[in-house]
């Protein structure tokens, strides 16, 4: 797929999932597009993992609480800790988030659906998963993703006006 192509068809997915099983290489392609993301200082804060067994996976979803999650047959996680490395900044929220964008345009590369959750897990729920995957306690586990092929269309959400958000050569300039 073209990379403008993925970038517009990208769209966060929260319906049924096919119960086709993913394959790990498939797992691993994606998790590439991860580890190539850039990060602040080049630290490369943010760690993987990518879950293909699905049971593994439903029992993630189980923590989640989702119905549409629990028939995802596979799934990633990313995990993260803060590392100051310039000027007293840390750069991990950013670098995980780069990541993240990689991960979801990869999936979607693939024919794969997504969703970057991260504000619904945070504290009891990270901590369950990362518990369940064995994730050392100096790591939390920042964004989980069920991942699948669609069941269901998935019309996405309304973006605002390009118009309202991006200008040429100065702010409120239109193109
Ligand atoms: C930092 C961040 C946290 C998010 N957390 C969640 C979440 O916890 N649950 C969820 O369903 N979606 C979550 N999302 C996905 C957003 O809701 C979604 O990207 C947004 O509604 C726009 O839709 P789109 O992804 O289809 O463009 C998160 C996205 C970001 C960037």
Known sequence: MELMNAIHER????????????????????LEAGVAAPSGCNQQTTRFIGVNDPELAHKLAEIYDKPWALTAPAAILLLTKE????????YH????????????????????????????????????MGDLLGVPQDLTVAIYMPLGIPAEENPGVAKM?????????????SF
């Open 11 to 30: 769209k966060s997915y929260r319906k049924p999932y096919k119960p086709d099983p993913i394959p790990a290489e498939s797992i691993k392609e994606i």
């Open 161 to 173: 006006p390009f118009e309202d958000r991006a200008w040429l050569n100065g702010y409120g300039k």
């Open 83 to 90: 590392h100051v490395s310039y000027r007293g900044n840390s």
């Open 93 to 128: 929220i950013h670098d995980y988030s780069a990541a993240a964008e990689n991960i979801l345009l990869a999936a979607v590369d693939k024919g794969y659906a997504t969703t970057w959750i991260e504000g619904q897990i945070e504290g009891e729920k990270a901590r369950q």
